[in-house]
């Protein structure tokens, strides 16, 4: 898995609601490989399939896509 500032909760919430990955690619137009290729963090999906994706799930983006702990971002006021 690529070193992201992000992860994602994709595979969880998919499977939670039982939902296959053929029937998430479909409902969202996009390859069954690219749903496979983003819950393994071997994708990067674009900011417009991010808010696709948490839309798809009704849930706020750093809900489906949270920022790992280890990743360091600092605030405007410290540039």
């Given amino acids: 898995m690529r070193d992201l500032i992000y ?3 994709v ?3 998919r499977t939670e609601l ?6 998430m690619a479909a409902d969202l137009e996009i390859s069954r490989r ?5 819950e393994n ?7 417009e399939m991010v ?3 948490s839309a798809y ?3 706020l ?11 360091k971002l600092r605030a405007h006021d410290e540039f």
């Fill in 7 to 9: 992860s994602n909760n």
């Fill in 11 to 13: 595979y969880a919430l």
């Fill in 18 to 23: 039982g939902i296959s990955q053929d029937k």
């Fill in 34 to 38: 690219t749903i496979s290729k983003i």
């Fill in 41 to 47: 963090g071997e994708q990067n999906p674009s900011l």
């Fill in 51 to 53: 808010y696709r994706i």
């Fill in 57 to 59: 799930f009704k849930r």
């Fill in 61 to 71: 983006v750093p809900e489906v896509f949270p920022l790992n702990n280890r990743a």
